[in-house]
């Protein structure tokens, strides 16, 4: 009896798993381990196991690869949405004041905002509230002076709050310690164990001066991106401002790496906005999976460790996309950089963002980043095992 191809993608993962623990710091037994997911992952996309041509069943008008029916496009069945209904007419209103002051009597993340300048104050009603006033001006965009026409605490007793007491560290700490929490609960693991991740974009109108805010013909205005990375219990444990146009690419792996919560995360998938070949072999040297969503597969160059006609006669429907040959002794010349490189991102050394390589498309051919670069071409399909569309 033939396994399903989706049954040879999760073993493959569960492979991934064990042989990025155990695999070392020696470049051929790394190469080597890299090869054999990568044709395990192929096995999964060429729909080997009674599945079918998995990409040809997903090969649109012109040649370019669909998408097909995601789970977000599944017949949802009328007695699944009566349900939802009625579970949603159960839960009683509750105003976002009362929301967060319940949510500090069980995580106490108010303490997390403390004075800048160091002195330990009395933590009163009156502080906590003024604190609440200005989180939430700052969450709906409402701003300090119409929340002081709001709720009736003076625009200046704001001010002050949200310049000495609400602050990117203070927000981070704050919002680490709600994770937490929510992560103990026993609800939280019938989503997922943590182990996942996930992060994208959005963009919100911006008034006044701003630093990071372009304006953008196709959002009516000025307007700055907002990165967050989600858990795969539906936990947002880190957030980034960004410039509205960057790419999103060179952020993936900021609050990836940089996660302070208790959440033991190990994959991470975006959309393709977020991929890039850096990030590909960044994620596999520090031992973390990137599993993006990648669109128009059948443009981009994947590669083989093969010749073609080895190759098209192993995976009959995978093999013709497989346009580019595998350059393994460049990854082995460079291998000592890359760990040098990985040691220093994945330890805090340097920052993610200039190690993800921005200007390794500036690069000498020479120069370790193109080992970087090699390093990615091998990592779209074997990282995950399974070819992402």
Known sequence: MSTPASSIARSCRAEMRVSMVTGGDDAAARQGDRRRRLRCGMRAGDGQGGRGDVLGERRGRRGRMTDGEGPGQANVPAEAKELKAELAGMLPFAPIASLLIELDVRTHFLDCFTHAGGRKQARSADLKRNILSVLIANATNLGLARMAEACGIPYDVLRWTQEWYVREETLREANTCIVNHH??????????????????????????????????????????????????????????????????????????????????????????????????????????????????????????????????????????????????????????????MAGSLKYGQAHRLAGGGQMVGRLPAEHPGRGVEGMGHAAPYAARGEVSV
């Open 183 to 340: 992560h103990g609960l026993d609800l939280s693991k019938v989503f997922g164990g943590g182990t996942m991740s996930s992060s994208d974009g959005q963009r919100f109108p911006v008034r006044g001066k701003s630093t990071t805010a372009r304006d953008m013909t196709i959002h009516g205005g000025q307007v700055l991106s907002s990165y967050t990375h989600v858990s795969d219990q539906h936990s947002t444990f880190g957030t980034k401002i960004i410039v509205p146009n960057a790419r999103e690419a060179h952020f993936v792996l900021d609050d990836f790496l940089g996660n302070a919560t208790d959440l033991p995360l190990f994959e991470h998938a975006t959309d393709t906005h977020g991929v890039t070949l850096i990030n590909f072999a960044l994620f596999d040297l520090v031992g973390k999976l990137l599993s993006p969503r990648i669109r128009d597969l059948g443009k981009i160059t994947l590669i083989r460790d093969e010749t073609p006609t080895d190759t098209v006669k192993r995976y009959p429907h995978a093999g013709p996309l497989l346009s580019a040959r595998w350059n393994e002794d460049l990854i082995t010349e460079c291998w000592p950089d890359l760990l040098r």
